[in-house]
């Protein structure tokens, strides 16, 4: 089975390299071609367009920023449609909502091309290891085809249901995310503030009730002054706003995920939005008169 990739950002590089190293055909595209280089020294063929990824590939991956960039990436100049051929399947692994899900499937449909949601959960640790979760909408026969590119990246792969099903599961996974990580900093920074040995803290957390990804791998990080992105802040506050709006749009409250979604806007109208998810911590120091 050929696999054409595009995306090779913090996650994608690595699930594409991931897919390269279990020995599927690979093909990359990248819109920075300078993201291409470590592929192409391992002799993997680089794409001038997503048009020539399709042409050679059977599954091609996209792992872009949001759903505009997917649009553009499908259907844009010398997008995957103008490289359609019988039996090509996309599959959309970046995050963004059901409802696009469903409306890219729909136009896909109208050049014969089958069509997934499996966004991603694990950060990029587990892209890196080949570990992440990987939720599935669409087909289950299509499903079936390319569960052995899935197992390549993953190592939790559910099948969600129809198509836009992994998106919103995708988008529960982040209303946990956020919410967790918003925890998090609250009790470091109210440590900080009354003066409790943080590394006590990170024991307590981590070994009791209050134990979760976030305590595991971002509050060592946030512990170092380190902000660098396994995910970035703007990709979360994107995801929360796809998460409010079908919220509202079935009359479901969710003020802890709103409120943490206007805590992200203020970090990324700072500038921060490039940093990691934990860069949230720096807001509530400078909230709170706390110097780095």
Do not use: C
């Amino acid at each position: 089975m050929r696999v054409g990739f595009i995306g090779l950002g913090i996650m994608g590089s690595a699930m594409a390299m991931n897919i390269h190293k279990k020995g599927f055909p690979l093909i990359v595209y990248n819109r920075t071609r300078s993201k291409t280089e470590p592929f192409a020294k391992l002799g993997v063929p680089v794409a001038n367009s997503p048009r020539e990824v399709a042409e050679k590939s059977d599954v091609v991956i996209d792992m872009v920023t949001d759903a505009p960039d997917v649009e553009e990436v499908l259907f844009g100049r010398d997008g995957v449609v103008y490289g359609a051929h019988p039996g090509l399947i996309v599959i959309d692994m970046s995050t963004n909502s059901p409802e696009y899900a469903r409306y890219f499937a729909k136009r896909l449909a109208e050049y014969g091309i089958e069509f997934l949601d499996a966004p991603v959960t694990g950060s990029d640790i587990g892209a890196r290891q080949g570990t992440l979760t990987i939720m599935v909408g669409g087909k289950r026969e299509v499903f079936e085809r390319v569960k052995p590119v899935l197992e390549a990246m993953g190592k939790t792969i559910v099948y969600a249901g129809d198509v836009g099903s992994g998106q919103m599961l995708k988008l529960l996974n982040q209303i946990v995310v956020g919410l967790n990580m918003l925890a998090v900093v609250e009790a470091m920074a109210l440590a900080k503030k009354a003066s409790i040995d943080m590394d006590k803290l990170f024991t307590v957390l981590s070994t009791g009730g209050a134990n979760s990804f976030t305590v595991q791998y971002y509050m060592p990080k946030m512990m170092k002054g380190d902000y660098e992105p396994g995910f970035k802040a703007a990709h979360l506050k994107k995801d929360l706003k796809y998460a409010v709006e079908m919220a509202n749009k079935l009359g479901v409250p969710l003020p802890g995920t709103a409120l943490t979604l206007e805590l992200y806007n203020a970090l990324v109208a700072k500038g921060l939005g490039d940093k990691g998810t934990q860069a949230l911590l720096r807001l509530y120091h400078e909230l709170s008169g706390i110097k780095e």
